[in-house]
């Protein structure tokens, strides 16, 4: 199976918008469909999540300010590529991150 892309992105206050890709290895051939799942239920409002939570790294623009700027993410979507990992862990390991994250927001 490809390996998974997940697609975010960091919209601040004005909404300029910033994206980011991460490309995850997938010996264990989870399913698309199945961390989509995952994800969707861990996501703020249906919309955003915290990228240091799931060790993602965060994309705030150049101008960004703490006391006007959100600090969250927004989930975009994810798919498979045939493109090579850019990131050290497996996409199983990040599926046990996101199943640890606490959505009481």
Same mark, same amino acid.
Request: aromatic share 16%; net charge negative.
């Given at each position: ?5 997940? &697609?975010?992105r @960091?919209?601040?206050?004005?909404? @300029? ?6 490309? %995850?290895?997938?010996?264990? &051939?989870?399913?698309r469909?199945?961390?989509?799942? +995952?994800?969707?239920?861990? +996501?703020?409002?249906? =919309? ?11 994309? @705030? +623009?150049? =101008? %960004?300010?703490?006391?006007?700027? *959100? =600090?969250?993410?927004? %989930?975009?979507?994810?798919?498979f590529? &045939?493109? *090579? ?8 390991? %990040? ?5 640890? =994250?606490?959505? &009481?927001?």
């Open positions: 199976m490809p390996n998974i892309k997940f &697609n975010y @960091y919209r601040d206050s004005a909404n @300029y918008k910033k994206y980011k890709s991460i490309i %995850f290895s997938n010996p264990d &051939n989870i399913k469909s199945e961390l989509e799942k +995952l994800v969707c239920s861990k +996501l703020i409002d249906k =919309t955003w999540f915290y990228a240091d939570e799931w060790k993602l790294p965060e994309i @705030y +623009l150049e =101008t %960004f300010d703490h006391k006007i700027d *959100p =600090t969250w993410h927004e %989930f975009e979507s994810i798919e590529t &045939n493109s *090579p990992a850019n990131q050290s862990i497996s996409i199983k390991q %990040f599926k046990e991150l996101i199943e640890k =994250t606490n959505c &009481n927001y």
